[in-house]
């Protein structure tokens, strides 16, 4: 069964705190992976997409990863505005494309 | 990139009534998707919506209670039928762009409480 896990569910950091949140998965067919962002009340922002193994993304103080298994999107020195759930989803087709989502990350990032 | 525009942003409304939900994106798109996001929660995927041909819905959704619009390449509808307060959620719309790139692009979602 197509799954996506993504740890930890809630993450406090200080300001400057580097840290990682990592998303799982078990997926047939996967086209592509995607990390987004959202803020409360407001949809998800889209951040990145990845779609092989070894493939790296950066915009900012996030850098996104990728293996066959799992993905990792790193906090280089955050700072408050970088507080948010941040989500994880992958994209598959076995006859039908869709996009599962992981249950997310919640960041604090304290002054 | 699409700019998605969902309205209404919020509603109130009465049990066994229904809502509708607009989406409208900016530019032509190839699949729409509707999701469902309970307060502090993941996404839950409703139905696939593609112009031209009926919806595919997700296990435990139904086209009776969530009927979907795909009139044309921009737009599309939800309604959410005969609503009971279980029906509270965030409801959101989402698109995938046409081309290679394989992202999807989201509305700012509905806020419906039934009371």
């Known amino acids: 069964e197509d799954q996506v896990t993504q740890s930890p569910e809630a993450l406090r950091l200080q300001e400057g705190e580097s840290s990682s949140l990592n998303c799982s998965y078990t997926?047939?067919?996967?086209?592509?992976l995607f990390w987004y962002r959202q803020d409360p009340g407001k949809g998800p922002e889209f951040l990145f997409t990845?779609?092989?193994a070894g493939e790296e993304k950066e915009k900012e103080r996030l850098k996104a990863t990728l293996t066959k298994k799992e993905s990792f999107l790193h906090i280089t020195a955050p700072k408050p505005e970088d507080s948010a759930t941040y989500l994880c989803?992958?994209?598959?087709?076995?006859?039908?494309?869709?996009?599962?989502f992981g249950t997310g990350t919640r960041l604090k990032v304290l002054a | 990139s699409a700019v998605i525009s969902q309205k209404p942003s919020r509603d109130i409304c009465q049990r066994g009534t229904s809502l509708t939900i607009q989406c409208q994106v900016d530019s032509q798109v190839t699949m729409m998707f509707w999701y469902r996001q309970q307060p502090g929660q993941s996404l839950t995927l409703i139905a696939t919506a593609n112009q031209g041909s009926e919806a595919t819905y997700e296990s435990g959704f139904v086209i009776d209670k969530f009927p979907i619009s795909r009139p044309n390449l921009t737009f599309s509808t939800l309604t959410v039928s005969n609503m009971s307060p279980e029906d509270s959620s965030i409801y959101l719309c989402s698109a995938q762009t046409r081309g290679t790139n394989t992202e999807a692009f989201f509305g700012q979602g509905t806020r419906l409480t039934v009371v």
């Open positions: 989803a992958v994209h598959r087709f076995t006859g039908t494309y869709k996009y599962i």
């Open positions: 997926v047939s067919g996967l086209r592509g």
């Open positions: 990845l779609y092989s």
